[in-house]
């Protein structure tokens, strides 16, 4: 690698962005690791990352639909407040898809998921509510899997920008890569679209 002038993407020092440090309402693990669902609006999982820039930390929160992997919500922000955050992605998901019956939305036990405002949203709309086992990142895999795979691609190794530059760049890769063009292992290797599309086909 050194003779082609290449170099591995190395990860960074980790920051937390959970604080599970709390009295508030801690959810069972209903999900329990099924990542396999066969239809939308049957299980969403979220999670917050944080992103290095040159203003400081900006913070993504994510909301993923199992069925077919789409990041069907998301924030940007400077803080971590449920307001700015899990509420904020929230909103978008259910404008992009409304929840249906028995839906399932599985997160870790930050108090960005348990707090009233968020799980009490949650119960309006009859969603089932479900965290990860106390310090156990593999019951929320899907997630995390979504987030190295946007630092690896799109952050480490690369020079840092300012917040409103990397809101940019992270909107271009969520919104016209990843949930358009980028293919996925989980789906066979076909895009998000391709894989609607071959469903859709199947059903008729």
């Not at 020092?13 to 329990?32: C, G, P």
């Not at 690791?33 to 066969?38: I, N, T």
């Not at 929230?90 to 799980?119: E, W």
């Not at 292992?185 to 469903?199: R, W």
Request: hydrophobic residues 35%; aromatic residues 12%; charged residues 25%.
């Amino acid at each position: 690698m050194k003779n082609m002038g290449l170099r591995s993407k190395r990860s960074k020092k980790y920051v937390a962005t959970t604080n599970s440090q709390h009295n508030n309402r801690v959810f069972e693990n209903i999900l329990d690791r099924r990542f396999s669902v066969p239809f939308p609006q049957g299980a969403w999982v979220s999670d917050i990352t944080y992103i290095q820039t040159k203003d400081g930390f900006l913070y993504q929160t994510a909301i993923i639909d199992l069925a077919d992997r789409k990041v069907i919500g998301w924030s940007h922000s400077d803080g971590l407040s449920a307001e700015e955050t899990t509420l904020s992605a929230f909103r978008m998901a259910i404008k992009n898809r409304p929840p249906q019956k028995d839906l399932i939305f599985h997160s870790d036990r930050g108090v960005q998921y348990s707090c009233n405002c968020f799980v009490n949203l949650l119960a309006s709309y009859g969603i089932t509510q479900s965290m990860c086992r106390k310090a156990n990142c593999w019951d929320n895999a899907v997630a995390e899997s979504y987030f190295k795979t946007l630092k690896s691609e799109l952050i480490y190794g690369n020079k840092l920008v300012s917040k409103d530059e990397m809101k940019l760049m992270l909107f271009e890769y969520v919104e016209i890569y990843y949930n358009q063009n980028r293919r996925h292992s989980a789906l066979g290797n076909l895009t998000i679209k391709e894989f609607t599309e071959l469903k859709l086909k199947k059903v008729a």
